[in-house]
């Protein structure tokens, strides 16, 4: 599996269906490696983790598209829980039993609560741009744009220069992918996981997570501040807190390399640690 094929990526995907028969489309690199699952972030999809997935060898890495999102189909719940109930069932239905987590944005969330529910089978948990409470600043220009987003919606839209800005170069044919992807999404989606969010506060849940944590920020992270960064570190029993300098909300868009080689190190480090 590679990166660059960007425009295969849909072919890449495998198709299960939920208890209640809607479809989940994910991403499996298949093999015996150790498995990881990676949660993308709010509107994005498994495409999210391409970037990376070439420096992630040596694992077997299972990537969903969230529902309503890339292949998804939506579910009437549009909160973090529900989405954690969904891919619940891919990881049951994939039958592992052991797995670690990366999850990104919305995907941290998401795999906080996994991980609440999945005490036994999760060895390591890693959170990229993660927050607990995900309510965006007030004063965020950004909620406004969201909240008057109408179907369809334009992937030219000056709006996606906002959502997906990067503090470091990106590849320009990477974005295009993603603001389409983004865009495809229908608005009441975009409306309702944001409203979702308003009243999300998972600081109880962290406290229940048992395996050690890496939680991954950006300095210059628009979304979710400083203040943001230390409130998840410190619900965790176990964890680490790694600022990059220099990073926005997508660093693992605006460096794959350092950000991989951050969560194999962190992987490898526990994996020796839990075999001592």
């Known amino acids: ?22 479809r989940l489309a994910y991403v499996d690199s298949g093999g015996p490696g150790p ?18 997935i070439p420096r992630l060898g040596g694992y077997r890495l299972v990537i969903p598209d969230m529902p309503g999102h890339g292949g998804s189909a939506p579910s009437e719940g549009l909160r973090v829980s529900d989405f954690a109930t969904d891919v ?8 592992f039993e052991s797995f670690a987590i990366v999850g ?7 795999g906080i609560d996994l991980a609440a529910r999945f005490q036994n089978e999760l060895t390591s948990l890693v959170t990229i741009s993660g927050t607990l409470r995900p309510q965006f600043p007030p004063d965020s220009s950004i909620s406004r744009e969201i909240e008057t987003l109408t179907d369809p919606i334009d992937p030219a839209d000056s709006f996606f220069d906002d959502w997906h800005a990067c503090r470091r170069a990106v590849a320009a044919v990477f974005l295009t992918r993603m603001r389409s992807e983004a865009a495809a999404i229908p608005a009441y989606i975009w409306h309702g996981i944001l409203r979702g969010f308003a009243d999300t506060d998972l600081t109880h849940i962290a406290r229940q997570v048992a395996c050690p944590a890496l939680c991954i920020g950006g300095s210059d992270d628009a979304l979710f501040d400083a203040g943001h960064r230390r ?9 680490e807190s790694i600022v990059l300098e220099g990073h926005g909300h997508n660093p693992h868009w605006e460096e794959p390399a350092k950000v991989a080689a951050l969560i194999v190190a962190f992987l490898r480090r526990e994996t020796r640690s839990q075999d001592a």
């Open 88 to 95: 619940r069932a891919l990881v049951q239905a994939l039958g």
């Open 231 to 239: 409130a998840l570190a410190d619900a965790f029993e176990n964890a």
């Open 1 to 22: 599996m590679t990166a660059v094929d960007l425009e295969g990526w849909a072919g890449r995907k495998h198709v299960m269906h939920l208890p209640d028969g809607r």
């Open 35 to 52: 498995a990881l699952l990676l949660l993308h972030g709010y509107t994005d999809s498994s495409r999210s983790f391409s970037l990376m």
């Open 104 to 110: 990104h944005s919305m995907g941290a969330m998401i």
